[in-house]
């Protein structure tokens, strides 16, 4: 790794800790508001982990984390109430969104290209395709038709 990636992913983990801390500020006042004090403060904890957790997962692999927002809420939801749960979705999609936006930018500006290249495409199967992509480009021969729609779009 080179001094320059290496100052982006430091820059890259710093800028994806304000998305988690973002994320769990949105929802942090929906945990159980009935439970006992110390246990709110393990759930807090516990919501915060897994908003950094979360985060820390999908800069380190952003092709390969499928649905981060569905597997974020699916690991948090115990802590909140029932009437909570469709806000919480909610505010979990829209924050992991962002985040995603945002790594999604600075791969197309290039700053992410440390790991080894996989063509982007997603299998009939759902898996992400593990082939390597053309020269300069995001697809795998087999899936090159997709970046060309996508420049058309
Ligand atoms: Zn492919």
Redesign the pocket.
């Known amino acids: 790794m080179t001094a320059q990636m290496e100052a982006q992913l430091v820059q890259l983990q710093a800028c994806m800790y304000q998305y988690s801390r973002a994320i769990y500020r949105s929802i942090k006042d929906l945990i159980d508001p009935y439970a006992e004090a110390s246990v709110q403060l393990e759930s807090r904890r516990a919501v915060l982990e897994q908003c950094e957790q979360t985060m820390e997962r999908l800069a380190r692999d952003p092709l390969y984390f499928s649905k981060p927002d569905r597997a974020l809420f699916q690991d948090i939801r115990r802590y909140f109430p029932i009437t909570a749960q469709a806000e919480v979705a909610w505010a979990v999609k829209e924050g992991v969104a962002a985040a995603v936006a945002f790594i999604e930018e600075q791969i197309e500006a290039g700053a992410l290209d440390g790991g080894v290249a996989r063509?982007?495409?997603t299998?009939r199967k759902g898996k992400p395709?593990q082939?390597t992509?053309l020269p300069e480009r995001d697809?795998?021969p087999?899936?090159q038709h997709l970046e060309r729609s996508k420049v058309a779009a």
């Open positions: 063509c982007r495409a299998t395709c082939r992509p697809y795998c087999s899936h």
